[in-house]
């Protein structure tokens, strides 16, 4: 039976960086995928690179801005091997921050030098706090296509549609996995399954999914917006090719990926009134993704008490910004040297003793 160095469970953006990034540096890598390679949390991400801010915590600040500075050239390197472009854009971000809440303590803010009726002339907010920050954003689709393409240009063997049933252990480490059609064994074993982290008994780790719903416009004009727009009511993302995104809700609602039409219609009110121009614009399409977050909402990154099984999981609204550090720490770390960035913070450790969902990391 083939044996290979690394098996990756999960198909979306983190299992295939990480993939790439083993088979650059010469291992033998396969990743099995339970649906179609990139249909979950990826698809439906907004791509947004926010590495500093409210939202960004202390903790993850490090790593955060590490993975920042890291994406011009992951996304060339993406775009060269796959022949794809990933509609990474760097116009920046207008941040409408909430009433009473100061931005001095976030990096990289600046008062805007030029109007915002110059700069945006279609937003409905010129009476509103504004301030301008120096973030990327990125299409996760077009990124996740560029990935798949890159990794199997790089050799790694991908199996789809093959849902990964438990983790084999031989003489006390993960050796590979038993599927619902086959066993597939490896070296070592990397869970990189989101929301879906914590359905393995041999090691059960604190991952939820958290729904967030998103509506899709096609502008009325390609350039009706050319940044993105972080307000305490919307976000909303633009693309190159005269798509925008407005988004998105946080929801504690399971496994349901289903999109509530009342919470669409929220969506779209508070993007018109945002921007106006959008009240006859074209709906292209809604849906619903799963984040996978943690209680902490910090990924988990690096070993576990089984000798041979990693993790790689619990990304919340982070996987599309960290993929490429992901890539790299987690590459390091299955390869026995030091990872250049801190993983302590996000070790499985943390949660040693902690109560989830009826069951104990320990």
Same mark, same amino acid.
């Given at each position: 039976m083939? &044996? ?5 469970? %999960? /198909?979306g953006i983190?299992?295939?960086?990480? $993939? @790439? ?9 396969l990743?099995v995928e @339970?649906?179609?390679? !990139? ?12 590495d500093? /801010? ?8 490090p790593?955060?801005?590490a ?17 794809t472009?990933?509609?990474?854009r760097?116009? /920046? ?6 009433p009473? +809440? $100061? ?5 990289g803010v600046s ?9 945006? #002339? ?13 973030e990327?954003?990125?299409?996760? @689709?077009?990124?996740? !296509? ?6 199997? +240009?790089r050799g ?7 849902k990964?049933?438990?983790?084999e252990?031989t003489? %006390?480490r993960?050796?590979?996995?038993? &599927? ?10 990397v869970?990189?399954?989101g929301?879906?982290a !914590?359905?393995f008994?041999?090691? #059960? ?6 729904? %967030?719903?998103m509506?899709?416009?096609a502008? #009325?004009?390609?350039e009706?917006?050319k940044?993105v ?24 609602a %399971?496994?349901?990926k289903?999109?509530?039409p009342? &919470? ?8 018109? $009134?945002?921007?106006?121009a ?10 619903? !993704?799963? @984040? ?11 070993? &576990? ?7 790689a999981t619990g +990304? ?19 390869? /026995?040297?030091? #990872?250049?960035?801190?993983?302590e ?15 104990k990391?320990?």
């Open positions: 083939k &044996t290979w160095d690394v098996l990756i469970i %999960g /198909g983190i299992g295939l960086s990480l $993939a @790439r990034e083993l088979r650059k540096q010469g291992a033998s890598v990743v @339970r649906g179609e390679p !990139g249909r979950e949390a990826s698809h439906a991400a907004g791509g947004m690179l926010v500093c /801010g409210e939202e960004t915590a202390l903790a993850l600040q790593l955060a801005s993975s920042a500075a890291m994406y011009p050239e992951f996304a060339h390197e993406l775009e060269d091997e796959s022949g472009k990933v509609d990474l760097s116009n /920046g971000t207008l941040l409408f921050p909430a009473g +809440h $100061a931005t001095d303590g976030i990096p008062v805007l030098s030029t109007p915002l009726a110059e700069l945006e #002339p279609a937003l409905a907010a010129e009476k509103r706090a504004v301030f301008f920050l120096k990327r954003s990125v299409c996760p @689709r077009a990124l996740f !296509g560029a990935a798949l393409k890159a990794a199997r +240009h790694v063997d991908i199996s789809s549609g093959t990964v049933v438990s983790i252990v003489g %006390g993960a050796t590979g996995v038993i &599927t619902d059609k086959t066993t597939y064994r490896a070296s070592k074993v869970n990189c399954t929301a879906w !914590g359905q008994k041999l090691f #059960p780790v604190p991952v939820r999914p958290v729904k %967030g719903q509506v899709c416009f502008m #009325p004009q390609r009706l917006l940044h727009v972080r307000s305490p009511e919307i976000y909303l993302i633009p693309r190159s090719d005269g798509r925008l995104l407005a988004g998105a809700t946080v929801e504690e %399971g496994f349901d289903r999109t509530v009342e &919470t669409i219609q929220h969506l779209r009110r508070a993007a018109i $009134a945002m921007l106006p959008l009240e006859e614009a074209h709906v292209l399409e809604d849906w619903a !993704g799963l @984040r996978p977050g943690t209680p902490d909402n910090l990924p988990i990154l690096g070993g &576990t008490p089984v000798p041979g099984y990693f993790l +990304h919340y609204r982070d996987g599309i910004l960290l993929s490429p550090v992901t890539a790299r720490t987690m590459a390091q770390c299955l390869g /026995g040297r030091k #990872p250049d960035q801190n993983l913070p996000f070790s499985v450790g943390r949660f040693e003793k902690t109560e989830f969902q009826g069951f990391v320990s």
